[in-house]
């Protein structure tokens, strides 16, 4: 284990294009002297692409098959533009495009769309670290590509990999560490691993952060660095407030309490690997790389701003028993057992006499599905399009301002914690005749 270890995560932005690609280049180079493991997802908005590419499959293979080509030659003009016209770059991202393309020969069905998912959508990793890694080797960097699959070992929840943490740790240990003994930048996927009989997995979408969470703890790194398009972590998505403020320093605590609730900044799952180890995670800025970040770690601060995540793709599950008998324990226990087999995240949840809501995650068609599995013994109503708003450290003003004009479904408070299940309507405004 080499002391002093940094890992660093490229996200999508960040390599989205050549001018990306130059300045994350740039900003490893600064780093490249001590042992650096830099872990890069797939480039801009490649994963929803590749996901596309598996939705086309429900219609029609030469649709599929007409995306993925296009992607591909999308590539080569970065491969072309960036590392010349002999690069042997283009064989190696060939041979990824060929995997897809073979996964999309096997036989498309519903019980094997996970696998098959997992097959094609990882291959945007794969493509964008040969690319970064011969970028760095072109400019001097003295870098290694590892292929992640070899390093990340998961169980067989396609989609939702689960890590199997000693093979995982063994692997890293016996890869990566010498390698950065041998002073060399390791340079690999973020969101992919492999199963026990090698077939690829993911970890769940945006989950790069997770490998290089993951990558920290087996290697004791020093310190963890997310880089980012925006400055740091801040009280509230830019994107969607005026004003977010930077937060400088926070707890470990606080940032899985955002994170899990959809402050997208940072993938929920990547914080108990390192509050493990105490490493610390610097979320900063690839745009201006001298800014500070944020700082988390195990920050004793108890006082914050409030802060606001939005996650949208709700939908409100209303249960209620059709014999009218209590929703018992029995009754939970059995819509628990459907809700983890369809694999279903829950956000928030109520339940009276005989009624049972929950703020779900709405994904694909699996609510209609838990739905079908339930519907022997509970009526359900099922209300799509909903966004869960959640406030830490809350006041009142700024929860009626989030609130105004909006249909709220569903509240709880709890200690530091608000948070509401609402659908957008649009404003009325009075006309000034009437
Ligand atoms: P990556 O390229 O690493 O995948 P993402 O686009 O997934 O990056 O995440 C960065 C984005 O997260 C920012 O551009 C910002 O709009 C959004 N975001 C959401 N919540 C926050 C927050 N609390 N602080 C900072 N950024 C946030
Ligand atoms: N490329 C994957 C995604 O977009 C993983 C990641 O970027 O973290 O979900
Ligand atoms: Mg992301």
């Not at 590749?50 to 030469?62: F, I, Q």
């Not at 064989?91 to 996964?103: G, Q, S, T, Y």
């Not at 009280?235 to 005026?242: E, K, L, Q, W, Y």
């Not at 599950?317 to 059995?334: G, M, N, P, R, Y």
């Amino acid at each position: 284990m080499k002391k002093n270890t940094q890992v660093f995560k490229f996200g999508g932005a960040s390599v989205k294009d050549i001018e990306g690609i130059k300045n994350v280049a740039s900003i490893v180079k600064t780093y490249s002297k001590g042992p650096l493991v830099v872990v890069v997802s797939a480039m801009g908005k490649t994963t929803n692409r590749l996901e596309a590419v598996m939705a086309a499959m429900k219609n029609s293979k030469e649709e599929a098959l007409e995306k993925l080509a296009f992607l591909k030659t999308e590539c080569n003009q970065v491969i072309k533009d960036l590392l010349g016209d002999n690069s042997p770059v283009f064989d190696l991202i060939n041979d990824h495009f060929v995997e897809a393309e073979w996964a999309l020969d096997e036989p498309f069905e519903k019980e094997n769309y996970d696998y098959l998912y997992d097959q094609v959508v990882s291959i945007g990793e794969l493509v964008s670290t040969q690319i970064v890694a011969a970028y760095f080797n072109s400019i001097g960097i003295n870098t290694q590509w590892v292929d992640a699959r070899s390093l990340v070992r998961t169980d067989e929840n396609y989609r939702e990999g689960w890590v199997e943490w000693d093979e995982t740790q063994q692997s890293i240990s016996q890869i990566v560490s010498p390698l950065l003994a041998e002073n060399k930048v390791v340079v690999t996927q973020g969101f992919i691993g492999s199963s026990s009989d090698n077939q690829t997995t993911t970890l769940g979408r945006e989950g790069s952060d997770y490998t290089a969470a993951i990558l920290s703890f087996c290697l004791d790194a020093e310190r963890m660095s997310i880089w980012k398009d925006v400055p740091g972590v801040l009280t509230a998505d830019p994107r969607a407030f005026d004003n977010a403020s930077l937060l400088e320093r926070l707890s470990y605590k606080e940032a899985i309490e955002m994170t899990y609730y959809g402050a997208k900044v940072i993938h929920p799952k990547t914080i108990k690997p390192l509050q493990n180890k105490s490493i610390p995670l610097n979320v900063r800025s690839f745009i201006n790389p001298e800014g500070k970040g944020t700082l988390i770690f195990n920050e004793s601060e108890e006082s914050y701003p409030p802060m606001i995540a939005i996650e949208k793709g709700q939908a409100l599950l209303q249960i209620s028993t059709k014999d009218f008998s209590f929703v018992a324990e029995h009754h939970l226990s059995f819509l628990f057992q459907e809700i983890k087999n369809y694999k279903i995240q829950v956000n928030m949840m109520q339940n009276t006499a005989i009624s049972f809501a929950v703020c779900v995650n709405d994904i694909d068609d699996r609510l209609a599905n838990f739905a079908e599995s339930i519907n022997n013994e509970f009526n359900i109503t099922i209300t799509h399009g909903l966004e869960l708003v959640t406030i830490r450290h809350y006041e009142s003003n700024l929860v009626n301002r989030l609130k105004a004009g909006n249909m709220v479904y569903l509240e709880s408070r709890t200690g530091r914690t608000l948070q509401f299940v609402m659908k957008r309507v649009p404003l009325l405004t009075r006309k000034t005749e009437v």
